[in-house]
Protein backbone atom coordinates (compact mmCIF):
# COMPACT_ATOMS: atom_id res chain seq x y z
CA UNK A 1 0.00 0.00 0.00
CA UNK A 2 1.26 3.71 -1.20
CA UNK A 3 0.36 7.02 0.29
CA UNK A 4 1.98 9.83 -0.91
CA UNK A 5 0.67 13.93 -0.65
CA UNK A 6 0.92 15.47 -4.39
CA UNK A 7 -0.28 18.71 -2.57
CA UNK A 8 -1.66 19.89 0.89
CA UNK A 9 -1.93 23.27 2.41
CA UNK A 10 -4.85 25.61 2.32
CA UNK A 11 -4.33 26.89 -1.33
CA UNK A 12 -4.67 23.40 -2.91
CA UNK A 13 -5.17 20.02 -1.64
CA UNK A 14 -4.99 16.19 -3.39
CA UNK A 15 -3.40 13.30 -1.61
CA UNK A 16 -3.15 9.54 -3.47
CA UNK A 17 -3.70 6.05 -1.86
CA UNK A 18 -3.56 3.23 -3.37
CA UNK A 19 -1.89 -0.36 -3.78
CA UNK A 20 -0.74 -2.35 -6.48
CA UNK A 21 -3.73 -2.63 -8.43
CA UNK A 22 -6.33 0.10 -6.86
CA UNK A 23 -5.20 3.76 -7.16
CA UNK A 24 -7.54 6.53 -5.57
CA UNK A 25 -7.12 10.26 -5.13
CA UNK A 26 -8.55 11.91 -2.48
CA UNK A 27 -9.65 15.49 -3.19
CA UNK A 28 -8.52 17.31 -6.64
CA UNK A 29 -8.04 20.90 -5.09
CA UNK A 30 -5.30 22.06 -7.41
CA UNK A 31 -4.59 22.04 -11.62
CA UNK A 32 -5.09 19.18 -13.55
CA UNK A 33 -1.26 19.65 -14.98
CA UNK A 34 -0.12 19.98 -11.17
CA UNK A 35 -2.08 16.01 -10.24
CA UNK A 36 -0.74 14.95 -13.49
CA UNK A 37 2.89 16.09 -12.74
CA UNK A 38 2.10 14.75 -9.44
CA UNK A 39 0.72 10.73 -10.69
CA UNK A 40 3.83 10.76 -12.98
CA UNK A 41 5.66 11.12 -10.00
CA UNK A 42 4.19 7.67 -8.43
CA UNK A 43 4.27 5.98 -12.26
CA UNK A 44 0.49 6.33 -12.53
CA UNK A 45 -1.50 7.60 -15.86
CA UNK A 46 -4.69 9.35 -15.10
CA UNK A 47 -7.23 6.79 -16.50
CA UNK A 48 -5.80 4.00 -13.78
CA UNK A 49 -7.15 5.75 -11.43
CA UNK A 50 -10.34 3.88 -10.00
CA UNK A 51 -11.93 6.98 -8.23
CA UNK A 52 -11.92 10.28 -6.77
CA UNK A 53 -13.14 10.58 -3.05
CA UNK A 54 -13.97 14.22 -2.38
CA UNK A 55 -13.81 15.39 1.22
CA UNK A 56 -15.94 18.23 1.06
CA UNK A 57 -17.03 21.06 -2.13
CA UNK A 58 -14.79 23.68 -0.36
CA UNK A 59 -12.59 25.49 -3.42
CA UNK A 60 -9.58 24.04 -2.23
CA UNK A 61 -10.58 20.70 -2.57
CA UNK A 62 -12.27 20.09 -5.50
CA UNK A 63 -10.70 23.45 -7.73
CA UNK A 64 -9.40 20.41 -10.16
CA UNK A 65 -11.80 18.18 -10.22
CA UNK A 66 -13.66 19.20 -13.45
CA UNK A 67 -11.07 19.44 -16.19
CA UNK A 68 -9.52 16.55 -14.69
CA UNK A 69 -12.46 13.87 -14.30
CA UNK A 70 -13.85 15.03 -17.20
CA UNK A 71 -10.38 14.29 -18.91
CA UNK A 72 -10.14 10.61 -17.59
CA UNK A 73 -13.58 9.67 -16.88
CA UNK A 74 -12.89 9.11 -13.36
CA UNK A 75 -16.17 7.82 -10.83
CA UNK A 76 -15.86 10.60 -8.17
CA UNK A 77 -17.28 10.02 -4.47
CA UNK A 78 -18.62 12.24 -2.24
CA UNK A 79 -21.77 12.41 0.00
CA UNK A 80 -24.77 13.64 -1.12
CA UNK A 81 -24.53 17.05 0.46
CA UNK A 82 -21.12 17.36 -1.15
CA UNK A 83 -22.26 16.36 -3.93
CA UNK A 84 -24.99 18.86 -3.80
CA UNK A 85 -21.70 21.22 -3.48
CA UNK A 86 -19.92 19.75 -6.15
CA UNK A 87 -22.72 20.75 -8.69
CA UNK A 88 -23.32 24.22 -7.12
CA UNK A 89 -19.62 25.11 -8.31
CA UNK A 90 -20.20 27.11 -11.12
CA UNK A 91 -16.19 26.99 -12.08
CA UNK A 92 -16.09 23.42 -12.37
CA UNK A 93 -18.49 23.13 -15.25
CA UNK A 94 -20.93 20.54 -16.00
CA UNK A 95 -19.50 17.05 -14.87
CA UNK A 96 -20.56 13.78 -17.83
CA UNK A 97 -23.54 12.29 -16.07
CA UNK A 98 -22.81 9.15 -14.48
CA UNK A 99 -19.67 9.78 -12.88
CA UNK A 100 -20.78 11.51 -9.78
CA UNK A 101 -21.74 8.67 -7.05
CA UNK A 102 -23.49 8.98 -3.80
CA UNK A 103 -21.99 7.73 -0.71
CA UNK A 104 -22.94 7.72 3.11
CA UNK A 105 -20.68 8.03 6.43
CA UNK A 106 -20.09 4.72 8.18
CA UNK A 107 -21.32 2.95 5.36
CA UNK A 108 -17.95 1.18 3.98
CA UNK A 109 -17.64 0.27 0.43
CA UNK A 110 -15.34 -1.09 -2.08
CA UNK A 111 -13.25 0.20 -4.74
CA UNK A 112 -11.39 -2.88 -6.90
CA UNK A 113 -8.81 -3.99 -4.19
CA UNK A 114 -9.27 -1.13 -1.67
CA UNK A 115 -12.23 -1.08 1.63
CA UNK A 116 -13.17 2.71 1.67
CA UNK A 117 -14.55 3.69 5.10
CA UNK A 118 -16.30 7.22 5.10
CA UNK A 119 -16.42 9.38 8.42
CA UNK A 120 -18.03 11.75 9.70
CA UNK A 121 -15.62 15.48 10.61
CA UNK A 122 -17.00 18.99 11.89
CA UNK A 123 -16.13 21.05 9.26
CA UNK A 124 -18.17 24.34 8.40
CA UNK A 125 -19.25 22.31 4.42
CA UNK A 126 -22.84 20.64 3.56
CA UNK A 127 -21.81 17.31 4.46
CA UNK A 128 -17.62 16.56 4.98
CA UNK A 129 -16.36 13.66 5.39
CA UNK A 130 -12.79 11.80 6.01
CA UNK A 131 -11.93 8.60 4.66
CA UNK A 132 -10.43 5.27 6.32
CA UNK A 133 -8.83 3.04 3.43
CA UNK A 134 -7.75 -0.45 3.97
CA UNK A 135 -5.78 -2.58 1.67
CA UNK A 136 -6.00 -6.27 3.31
CA UNK A 137 -4.25 -5.93 6.88
CA UNK A 138 -2.60 -2.89 6.20
CA UNK A 139 -4.61 0.95 7.01
CA UNK A 140 -4.48 4.64 6.19
CA UNK A 141 -6.75 7.47 6.88
CA UNK A 142 -7.04 11.50 5.56
CA UNK A 143 -8.21 13.15 8.35
CA UNK A 144 -8.18 17.55 7.11
CA UNK A 145 -10.33 20.05 8.31
CA UNK A 146 -11.79 18.77 11.22
CA UNK A 147 -12.56 22.07 13.87
CA UNK A 148 -13.25 19.64 16.72
CA UNK A 149 -12.54 15.60 17.34
CA UNK A 150 -14.35 13.20 19.45
CA UNK A 151 -14.26 9.33 20.67
CA UNK A 152 -16.01 8.73 17.32
CA UNK A 153 -13.39 10.50 15.51
CA UNK A 154 -10.99 8.52 17.37
CA UNK A 155 -12.34 4.92 16.78
CA UNK A 156 -11.82 5.87 12.89
CA UNK A 157 -8.15 6.37 12.80
CA UNK A 158 -7.28 3.49 15.71
CA UNK A 159 -4.82 0.68 14.24
CA UNK A 160 -3.93 2.50 10.97
CA UNK A 161 -0.49 2.20 9.99
CA UNK A 162 -0.54 5.87 8.03
CA UNK A 163 -2.62 9.16 8.35
CA UNK A 164 -2.66 12.40 6.99
CA UNK A 165 -3.64 14.43 9.66
CA UNK A 166 -4.35 18.43 10.03
CA UNK A 167 -1.97 20.91 11.55
CA UNK A 168 -3.63 23.87 10.19
CA UNK A 169 -2.18 26.80 12.57
CA UNK A 170 -0.80 27.77 15.31
CA UNK A 171 -2.85 29.64 17.77
CA UNK A 172 -0.50 32.53 18.57
CA UNK A 173 -0.04 33.39 15.15
CA UNK A 174 -3.58 32.98 14.33
CA UNK A 175 -4.90 35.29 16.84
CA UNK A 176 -2.35 37.84 16.56
CA UNK A 177 -2.10 37.78 12.33
CA UNK A 178 -3.45 39.69 9.47
CA UNK A 179 -6.94 37.66 9.49
CA UNK A 180 -9.96 39.83 10.08
CA UNK A 181 -11.71 38.54 13.88
CA UNK A 182 -14.66 36.96 12.18
CA UNK A 183 -11.94 34.76 10.09
CA UNK A 184 -9.87 33.92 13.13
CA UNK A 185 -13.36 32.80 15.10
CA UNK A 186 -14.19 30.76 12.22
CA UNK A 187 -10.53 28.54 12.14
CA UNK A 188 -11.03 28.28 15.60
CA UNK A 189 -14.23 27.11 16.35
CA UNK A 190 -15.75 23.85 16.21
CA UNK A 191 -16.14 23.48 12.82
CA UNK A 192 -12.98 25.24 11.70
CA UNK A 193 -9.38 23.53 11.62
CA UNK A 194 -7.10 21.63 13.81
CA UNK A 195 -4.51 23.74 15.65
CA UNK A 196 -0.90 22.30 15.97
CA UNK A 197 -1.56 21.54 19.42
CA UNK A 198 -4.83 19.54 18.94
CA UNK A 199 -3.31 17.40 16.02
CA UNK A 200 -0.64 16.46 18.78
CA UNK A 201 -3.30 15.49 21.24
CA UNK A 202 -5.24 13.48 18.73
CA UNK A 203 -2.34 11.79 17.45
CA UNK A 204 -1.70 10.61 20.65
CA UNK A 205 -5.13 9.18 21.09
CA UNK A 206 -4.53 6.69 18.34
CA UNK A 207 -0.48 6.31 18.82
CA UNK A 208 0.17 2.58 18.74
CA UNK A 209 3.87 0.18 17.70
CA UNK A 210 2.09 -0.38 13.96
CA UNK A 211 1.57 3.56 12.99
CA UNK A 212 4.54 3.76 10.44
CA UNK A 213 3.78 7.28 9.06
CA UNK A 214 2.35 10.41 10.67
CA UNK A 215 1.65 13.05 7.92
CA UNK A 216 1.18 16.77 9.00
CA UNK A 217 -0.87 18.47 6.14
CA UNK A 218 -3.35 21.26 5.35
CA UNK A 219 -1.05 24.27 6.91
CA UNK A 220 -2.25 27.78 7.03
CA UNK A 221 0.17 29.84 4.71
CA UNK A 222 -0.91 32.62 6.79
CA UNK A 223 -0.68 31.14 10.31
CA UNK A 224 1.53 28.06 10.83
CA UNK A 225 4.76 27.17 9.37
CA UNK A 226 6.62 23.62 8.69
CA UNK A 227 9.21 23.72 11.77
CA UNK A 228 6.38 24.72 14.16
CA UNK A 229 3.79 22.19 13.62
CA UNK A 230 6.71 19.67 13.42
CA UNK A 231 7.83 20.28 17.13
CA UNK A 232 4.41 21.70 18.04
CA UNK A 233 3.08 18.07 17.43
CA UNK A 234 6.30 16.37 18.68
CA UNK A 235 6.12 18.15 21.93
CA UNK A 236 2.37 17.02 22.56
CA UNK A 237 3.12 13.72 22.39
CA UNK A 238 6.21 13.72 24.45
CA UNK A 239 4.24 15.49 27.27
CA UNK A 240 0.56 13.55 26.59
CA UNK A 241 -0.78 10.54 28.21
CA UNK A 242 0.69 7.91 26.27
CA UNK A 243 3.93 5.76 26.33
CA UNK A 244 6.00 7.65 23.19
CA UNK A 245 8.73 10.61 22.63
CA UNK A 246 7.88 12.79 19.75
CA UNK A 247 11.16 11.70 18.60
CA UNK A 248 9.52 8.27 18.18
CA UNK A 249 7.23 8.90 15.38
CA UNK A 250 8.28 8.87 11.88
CA UNK A 251 6.75 11.74 10.91
CA UNK A 252 6.53 14.75 7.98
CA UNK A 253 5.49 18.08 7.28
CA UNK A 254 3.19 17.57 3.44
CA UNK A 255 4.44 20.98 1.54
CA UNK A 256 1.45 22.97 -0.31
CA UNK A 257 3.23 23.08 -3.97
CA UNK A 258 5.81 20.12 -3.88
CA UNK A 259 4.90 16.33 -4.00
CA UNK A 260 5.81 14.32 -0.68
CA UNK A 261 8.09 11.38 -0.35
CA UNK A 262 5.95 8.30 -1.48
CA UNK A 263 5.49 6.39 1.59
CA UNK A 264 4.89 2.64 1.21
CA UNK A 265 3.82 0.23 3.70
Known amino acids: MRLCSIASGSSGNCIYVGDDQTHLLVDTGISKKRIEEGLTKLDIKGDELEGILVTHEHIDHIQGLGVFSRKYEIPIYATPGTIQGIKNCKSLGKLPEGLLHEIEVDHPFELGTLNV ?149
Open 117 to 265: DPFAISHDANEPSGYRINSGEKAVAVATDLGIYDDYTVNHLKDLNAVVLEANHDIHMLEVGPYPYPLKRRVMGDKGHLSNELSGKLLCDILHDDLQYVVLGHLSKENNYEELAYETVKLEISIGDNPYKGEDIPMMVAKRDQVSDIITL
